[in-house]
């Protein structure tokens, strides 16, 4: 008698069984990753499943492919290693304070190891900003920025193809083309002619900087071209991925866009948040899918955890140096 479609289910459900990790002397991270590979480890599980869904959307030739984060991972040492893989990526979708980070450290900006449990009203008196338990003092952050987008601004403002409007993105180049630090996330995508979208530009430092500028020079910020480019992004590439970390702007503004043509193809997220408050943060995958944000049959993948955690590790498997 042949097997009911319970039973057929059944064998299924139960084909792959978990196996033990075994770990070796000199394992790599990739073979480490391997061998995690049918573990059934929870996060773990999401993660190797990240890294394969990776693996696949940077292998495939026809996919646009995006790099998605917020601008507080880099304020730590994360800012090098997104550096180093810019180049391995179509386009940047990311925050004003991503920017002010990247500038500021950019030219020698100390940001110093702190602790979350430190006396705000104490930093607050030693002019310390705390991010997290990463302490920047003032001089290094706003002073910076103002300084050195100061110097860079000028330059664009006198030099003979200046053009009065620029979008965030043909802005963010040209500052690019003037930072001289190869570890600068503007300068890679500027080298290897990576777009960088900001929605967002207005909110942080950088884009107080040019609020500042536009009233006594002739300068306009033209947000909606970056707009139109997104959308001819969306409708010119049938195929597109998408590494996000972290919610808010720079995760939907990627997932937005991409539903006009049906969804993502390849979605891999990181994220501490819940989804029980129905917050974009927290929300998974999976309900982009009711959107059409992300294609019903696409691979994709959440992984619930500190990006600082799982990128160091998932950016090694895969070789993004």
Same mark, same amino acid.
């Given at each position: 008698?042949?097997?009911?479609?319970?039973?057929?289910?059944?064998?299924?459900?139960?084909?792959?069984?978990? =196996?033990?990790?075994?770990?070796? =002397?000199?394992?790599?991270?990739?073979?480490?990753?391997?061998?995690?590979?049918?573990?059934?480890?929870?996060?773990?599980?999401?993660?190797?499943?990240?890294?394969?869904?990776?693996?696949?959307?940077?292998?495939?030739?026809?996919?646009?492919?995006?790099?998605?984060?917020?601008?507080?991972?880099?304020?730590?040492?994360?800012?090098?290693?997104?550096?180093?893989?810019?180049?391995?990526?179509?386009?940047?979708?990311?925050?004003?304070?991503?920017? !002010?980070?990247?500038?500021?450290?950019?030219?020698? @900006?100390?940001?110093?190891? @702190?602790?979350?449990?430190?006396? !705000? &009203?104490?930093?607050?008196?030693? &002019?310390?900003?705390?991010?997290?338990?990463?302490?920047?003092?003032?001089?290094?952050?706003?002073?910076?920025?103002?300084?050195?987008?100061?110097?860079?601004? !000028?330059?664009?403002?006198?030099?003979?193809?200046?053009?009065?409007?620029?979008?965030?993105?043909?802005? *963010?180049?040209?500052? @690019?083309?003037?930072?001289?630090?190869?570890?600068?996330?503007?300068?890679?995508?500027?080298?290897?002619?990576?777009?960088?979208?900001?929605?967002?530009?207005?909110?942080?430092?950088?884009?107080?900087? *040019?609020?500042?500028?536009?009233?006594?020079?002739?300068?306009? %910020?033209?947000?909606? $071209?970056?707009?139109?480019? %997104?959308?001819?992004?969306?409708?010119?590439?049938?195929?597109?991925?998408?590494?996000?970390?972290?919610?808010?702007?720079?995760?939907?503004?990627?997932?937005?866009?991409?539903?006009?043509?049906?969804? %993502?193809?390849?979605?891999?997220?990181?994220?501490?948040? &819940?989804?029980? !408050?129905?917050?974009? &943060?927290?929300?998974? *995958?999976?309900?982009?899918?009711?959107?059409? $944000?992300? =294609?019903?049959?696409? $691979?994709?993948?959440?992984?619930?955890?500190?990006?600082?955690?799982?990128?160091?590790?998932?950016?090694?498997?895969?070789?993004?140096?």
């Amino acid at each position: 008698m042949g097997l009911s479609m319970a039973d057929n289910l059944k064998k299924r459900l139960l084909a792959r069984g978990v =196996k033990d990790i075994r770990l070796k =002397k000199g394992m790599t991270v990739s073979e480490l990753i391997r061998s995690m590979k049918d573990m059934g480890g929870f996060s773990g599980q999401n993660l190797v499943n990240g890294v394969e869904i990776t693996r696949s959307m940077l292998a495939d030739k026809d996919s646009y492919n995006f790099l998605s984060f917020p601008a507080d991972i880099i304020s730590t040492g994360m800012k090098g290693m997104i550096a180093d893989a810019v180049k391995h990526f179509d386009a940047i979708m990311t925050t004003c304070g991503t920017i !002010d980070h990247d500038l500021a450290r950019a030219y020698g @900006g100390k940001y110093s190891v @702190g602790s979350f449990e430190a006396d !705000d &009203s104490k930093l607050l008196h030693m &002019s310390i900003y705390r991010l997290g338990n990463v302490f920047i003092e003032n001089k290094e952050y706003g002073d910076a920025v103002e300084k050195h987008f100061a110097k860079i601004m !000028d330059d664009i403002y006198s030099s003979r193809d200046y053009k009065v409007e620029y979008s965030p993105s043909e802005l *963010l180049r040209e500052f @690019g083309k003037r930072i001289k630090d190869n570890s600068s996330i503007i300068r890679q995508a500027y080298l290897h002619d990576v777009p960088i979208f900001n929605p967002g530009i207005v909110d942080g430092a950088f884009g107080t900087q *040019l609020v500042l500028f536009s009233q006594d020079h002739d300068f306009k %910020l033209n947000v909606i $071209k970056d707009e139109l480019m %997104l959308s001819n992004i969306a409708f010119d590439n049938k195929v597109t991925g998408a590494f996000m970390v972290g919610g808010g702007i720079s995760k939907h503004h990627v997932i937005w866009w991409n539903q006009f043509k049906g969804g %993502l193809d390849y979605a891999v997220y990181i994220t501490t948040a &819940s989804q029980y !408050d129905g917050s974009l &943060s927290g929300a998974r *995958l999976t309900e982009a899918v009711s959107w059409g $944000k992300v =294609k019903e049959k696409a $691979k994709y993948v959440t992984i619930d955890g500190d990006a600082t955690i799982i990128m160091p590790v998932m950016f090694a498997a895969l070789g993004l140096v």
